[in-house]
């Protein structure tokens, strides 16, 4: 049951992770009012807001989304590591 647990919180934390790159792929090259990244936008930004008013842009550069990812990425390691003291 644990190991299926921690599948699955890797998983998501795989799928969080993959919308976040898709989503600052795409906002290069399609129109803010396209509904794919309108979506994909509705996923990303509540978590990038927190960050952003942490982490102001530097010039042009917008570091919020790294911070997620990292953010994302350690998460799950807390998590599968207490699931795995268990």
Known sequence: MIIFLVQIIQY???ILTLIVFV???ISYFLS???SF???LDRIVYPLLAPIRRVV???GMI???PLVLL???QLVVYVLVQILVSI
Do not use: K, M
Request: glycine share 4%; aromatic share 10%.
């Open 12 to 14: 998501l934390g795989r």
């Open 23 to 25: 989503d600052i792929i």
């Open 32 to 34: 803010p009012y396209n």
């Open 37 to 39: 990244r309108q979506v």
């Open 56 to 58: 102001p842009p530097v």
């Open 62 to 64: 917008d570091f919020s």
């Open 70 to 72: 990292i953010l994302i």
